[in-house]
């Protein structure tokens, strides 16, 4: 596609809810990275793709969360038993040649209740 | 210490003025540095990287680097309204490896 695509835009979850956070990057990319943003921070690094293989997950806070990517383009971040300290906006992106920058997607705001 | 610092602001500087963002960063290792503007509610936007020792320029931007320092900057010429925003620095150690980044400057330029 002509930009990364995330879904859903927005999402409410209530306290414990497991929910699914979906990135489609830019066709050909073969990076691909996950990061939290919360309100007034930079981006937090979550957790980092190359084609199918998860190279770095460092920055997953807990066990609750996973990703994959297992065909090598779209991924997904999975939360699992979402926490209020979870809410935050979910940042995806996308890059063909690692040192030239990211294409971000326009995020998915997660509100846990 | 963070890896990257830049200070939170707000910095406001007049239409037409010259604005200047200032990162520092920690990590000897970086061989990658970026500049990202954010406005409110969207996602960062990639306008500058600069890999060495130096200044980049791109328009109305430039982009500064000292590695032995470990400073970046990125001066915005001529500055508009539409330049008021929140800049994000961002560094990386090179391929394969995560990009840091700091927690972003706001910018106002005012009319």
């Known amino acids: 596609g002509a930009g990364v695509s995330q879904s859903p835009r927005y999402k409410v979850a209530k306290r414990g809810q497991d929910v699914a956070l979906r990135c489609d990057p830019i066709s050909g990319h073969v990076s691909l990275f996950w990061y939290q943003q919360a309100l007034g921070q930079g981006p937090e690094f979550l957790t980092y793709f190359q084609n199918e293989a998860q190279l770095d997950k460092s920055g997953l806070p807990s066990d609750r969360f996973f990703a994959e990517r297992p065909e090598g383009s779209v991924s997904t971040l999975k939360i699992q038993r979402t926490q209020q300290e979870d809410s935050a906006v979910y940042l995806c992106?996308?890059?063909?040649?690692?040192?030239?920058?990211?294409?971000f997607g326009s995020g998915t705001r997660l509100t846990v209740v | 210490q963070k890896e990257v610092e830049q200070n939170s602001g707000p910095l406001s500087v007049p239409e037409g003025a010259i604005a200047s963002l200032n990162c520092t960063y920690s990590?000897?290792?970086?061989?990658?540095f970026f500049w990202y503007r954010q406005y409110s509610g969207k996602s960062p936007e990639l306008i500058m990287f600069?890999?060495?020792?130096g200044d980049k320029e791109d328009g109305r931007f430039t982009a500064q680097l000292n590695k032995a320092s470990q400073y970046v900057s990125l001066l915005i010429r001529d500055s508009q309204p539409s330049d008021s925003a929140t800049y994000l620095c961002?560094?990386?150690?090179?391929?394969?490896?995560?990009?840091?980044f700091g927690a972003g400057t706001r910018l106002f330029v005012k009319a």
């Open positions: 992106a996308s890059s063909s040649s690692h040192p030239y920058g990211y294409t």
């Open positions: 961002a560094v990386n150690r090179g391929g394969g490896f995560k990009t840091i």
């Open positions: 990590d000897r290792g970086s061989q990658s």
């Open positions: 600069i890999y060495s020792n």
